[in-house]
């Protein structure tokens, strides 16, 4: 078989709350997953042995990058000892939020079961996935909005997209998820709103009423101690979004627009700082 070549797209977290701490250290939280247009583009072609690299020479090759830990994992699922050459062009900033390493290794999961001829059940995939990070599943579904809890890897798809355009914006700081959960304000004792009908509120009946329930619980304590982060959400609303928030862990930003021509104006000015990707209404990754 020839090479094969698909881009691995991004996601933002259109709110995330975190809801408690299980025995095990985890935390259980609520999110929603929304799909954006940033990607990294991978290709995988036939070889004797498993290799891998990438379009940035400090980018880690070895069997802590997920892709590796997922052809690893596919192959042993499998009880194969097929190799394959993964090239990865990184284009998603690492340490934003954005989910590019997960979805990186949801895309190395499906283009090696294809390129070794496996054809293993869907299932089986989502189960590898799990066991290679919490939100790698969600780059395995329909490729639109999802519904998520647990530790972000119970999945639910709506069968929405989201009805407006998307800015995201990185404001250069890597900001690592362990830091996050350690530092994170908690807020357990709250009651948690229903995510999932606002979700349906907003992008069924346009309701914008519900958009504060969409909060983010790690943007408090990463705005306090990555100032440019603040910084970077202020200009998102000055340049007219209706709303904007971090994405998962940070620090990457996202705002919200109503029409795709603000949006892209948008996108051209923050671009002058930032790394900045637009993401039109209705996006889906499939």
């Not at 977290?13 to 939280?29: A, E, Q, S, W």
């Not at 020479?57 to 070895?62: A, G, K, W």
């Not at 709506?158 to 355009?165: H, V, W, Y």
Request: glycine share 10%; aromatic share 10%.
């Amino acid at each position: 078989m020839e090479s094969i070549t698909r881009r691995a797209f991004a996601k933002i977290n259109v709110g995330l709350l975190i809801t408690g701490k299980r025995p095990d250290g985890y935390h259980t939280l609520e999110t929603v997953f929304a799909p954006i247009a940033w990607y990294d583009e991978l290709t995988v072609s036939p070889a004797g042995e498993l290799s891998m690299t990438t379009s940035i020479p400090d980018l880690p090759t070895d069997d802590t990058n997920l892709c590796m830990r997922a052809a690893r994992a596919l192959g042993d699922a499998a009880g194969t000892g097929s190799g394959a050459a993964i090239h990865l062009d990184k284009q998603v900033p690492f340490g934003a939020g954005l989910g590019g390493g997960s979805s990186d290794a949801a895309l190395t999961l499906r283009l090696l079961d294809r390129l070794w001829g496996l054809d293993t059940p869907r299932d089986e995939l989502h189960r590898i996935a799990v066991t290679l990070g919490a939100d790698v599943s969600y780059f395995l579904g329909s490729g639109g909005l999802a519904y998520a809890s647990g530790i972000g890897d119970e999945l639910e798809e709506p069968g929405l997209s989201l009805p407006f355009a998307v800015v995201t914006v990185f404001p250069g700081e890597h900001i690592s998820t362990v830091w996050a959960y350690r530092n994170f304000y908690s807020r357990f004792e709250r009651t948690v709103p229903d995510l999932r009908q606002a979700l349906h509120a907003l992008c069924t009946d346009g309701d914008r009423s519900v958009l504060p329930l969409f909060e983010n619980d790690f943007e408090p304590a990463v705005v306090d101690n990555f100032p440019v982060v603040g910084v970077a959400l202020d200009e998102l609303r000055e340049q007219g979004c209706f709303y904007a928030s971090l994405s998962g862990s940070g620090s990457a930003v996202f705002g919200l627009f109503d029409d795709e021509a603000s949006a892209e104006n948008a996108a051209a000015e923050l671009g002058r700082r930032y790394r900045v990707s637009y993401t039109p209404p209705s996006f889906t990754m499939s």
